[in-house]
């Protein structure tokens, strides 16, 4: 069973930065694919950006230019550094790790992002 940590969001204002971390404990040897995930109040839960153990990305288009998706093997850990924020990216942020066709999902953590 896989355990993942996220790290605290924030209330940061637009055009500022953030940077979330997930560290993930247990069964570790089974995870590919690392990401995260937002929802935002009434809307339905979307994907911001995953990385493989390999290095290679993928980002919604709301998103690229402008976040980076990282990871440390060594560490287990992923990270989404988020720059130029704006209004729109205020939503729960949720980390999601997946391997062996199974998939753990953290807690979510909140992003607020003022005018």
């Known amino acids: 069973q896989v355990q993942l940590v996220e790290s605290r969001g924030g209330l940061v204002q637009a055009g500022g930065s953030l940077r979330l971390s997930c560290a993930a404990s247990g069964g570790i040897s089974s995870i590919n694919t690392m990401g995260w995930y937002r929802q935002a109040p009434g809307k339905q839960r979307e994907l911001v950006a995953t990385?493989?153990?390999?290095?290679?990305?993928n980002y919604a288009g709301s998103v690229k230019d402008r976040f980076t998706i990282s990871r440390d093997n060594a560490k287990n850990t992923v990270y989404l550094q988020m720059n130029s924020l704006r209004p729109e990216d205020t939503a729960v942020y949720y980390c999601?790790?997946?391997?062996?066709?199974?998939?753990?999902w953290g807690q979510g953590t909140q992003v607020t992002v003022s005018s």
């Open positions: 999601r790790v997946s391997g062996y066709g199974l998939g753990y």
């Open positions: 990385i493989t153990r390999g290095g290679s990305t």
